[in-house]
C-alpha cells in the first residue's frame, strides 16, 4: 500500500509539473491472451491501466501504471517469486533534454540525459542512461534510449541493490492512415532488450544474462476512444531459460482506451 501510494503520488506531481506545456493521459483496459511467464505456466489476465507523458522545459517524460487481475477477472500470476509482477506494475521515464550542450545533428533530432523507474510486487529497479529522439522514415515519433540498470531484489528499506546489466529500449509511434478528421488508424509499440546481466554467472540456471520484448499495436481511434489488437513477442522473459518456464511465447492483448 505504501509503494502504490507513493507511485500515485510520483504521477501527479509529474503530470502537474507538465501542466502549462504538452501533456497528454490515457486510461486503457486491456486483455492479456497467453501472457509469457519467465517462472511458470502461460496465463490470461484482465489490467487496468493509467498512461500518460508530456515535455515541459528540459523536462520530457512517460508514465504507467497498471493495476493487474481487475475484478477478479482472469489468471493472476502472483508467484512467491519476487520478480514476478503480481498485483501492480509501473514505470516512470523522466528524460532530461541536453540540447543546450548538444545541438541536433544527421537523424539526431534532440539527446537526453535519460532515466527509467520500474516497480512491482517484490522489486524495483533503477536506470540511467543516454536517450535520443531519432528521425526514421515512416513513424512520426521514434526514440532510442541506452540505459544502465540497477536492480533492487528486496522491497523495503533493506533492499540491497545489484548490477543488472544494460537496457537497449526504444518506441515509436506513426498514424498508418486518416479516414476523416476523427477517424484513423495507427501503428505504436516498444521494444527492450536487455544484455550483459550477471544473473547467469552470479546464480546459474534458470537464469540468462540476455532478455528480448517486442510490444506492437494497432489502434483504431476515433476521436478520443481507441480499439486495439496487440502482439508482444518474447525472448528469455524475465531473464530466464524455456526449460523452467514460458518465457519465449508470444503474447495477444486486446484493449479499450480513452484520451483525456
Do not use: C
Amino acid at each position: 500500500m505504501k509503494k502504490f501510494v507513493l507511485m500515485i503520488s510520483i504521477i501527479f506531481i509529474v503530470s502537474m509539473l507538465a501542466a502549462g506545456d504538452f501533456t497528454w493521459a490515457q486510461l486503457n483496459l486491456y486483455q492479456g491472451v497467453n501472457m509469457a511467464h519467465g517462472w511458470g505456466d502461460t496465463y490470461n489476465d484482465t489490467y487496468f491501466e493509467v498512461e500518460g507523458g508530456g515535455r515541459t522545459g528540459i523536462l520530457d517524460f512517460y508514465y504507467f501504471f497498471d493495476v493487474n487481475h481487475v475484478l477478479g477477472m482472469g489468471d493472476n500470476a502472483v508467484t512467491d517469486n519476487t520478480r514476478n509482477a503480481g498485483d501492480f506494475f509501473t514505470k516512470i521515464s523522466p528524460r532530461f533534454s541536453l540540447a543546450k550542450v548538444v545541438p541536433a545533428f544527421g537523424p539526431v533530432k534532440e539527446l537526453y540525459l535519460a532515466t527509467r523507474y520500474k516497480g512491482f510486487n517484490g522489486g524495483d529497479d533503477y536506470a540511467i542512461g543516454l536517450g535520443s529522439d531519432l528521425k526514421v522514415p515512416f513513424f512520426d515519433m521514434f526514440s532510442a534510449n541506452l540505459y544502465q540498470v540497477l536492480l533492487s531484489a528486496n522491497d523495503g528499506e533493506d533492499a540491497s541493490f545489484e548490477n543488472a546489466g544494460f537496457v537497449f529500449a526504444i518506441n515509436w509511434f506513426t498514424k498508418m492512415h486518416d479516414f476523416n478528421e476523427k477517424f484513423n488508424v495507427s501503428y505504436q509499440g516498444w521494444s527492450d532488450f536487455g544484455f550483459a546481466n550477471s544473473y547467469k554467472e552470479d546464480m546459474g540456471e534458470p537464469n540468462t544474462a540476455d532478455e528480448f520484448q517486442m510490444f506492437n499495436g494497432f489502434f483504431w481511434n476515433y476521436d478520443k476512444w481507441s480499439l486495439s489488437t496487440s502482439v508482444k513477442l518474447h525472448h528469455h522473459f524475465m531473464y530466464s531459460e524455456a526449460s523452467f518456464g514460458n518465457p519465449d511465447e508470444t503474447s495477444f492483448f486486446f484493449g479499450l482506451h480513452r484520451k483525456f
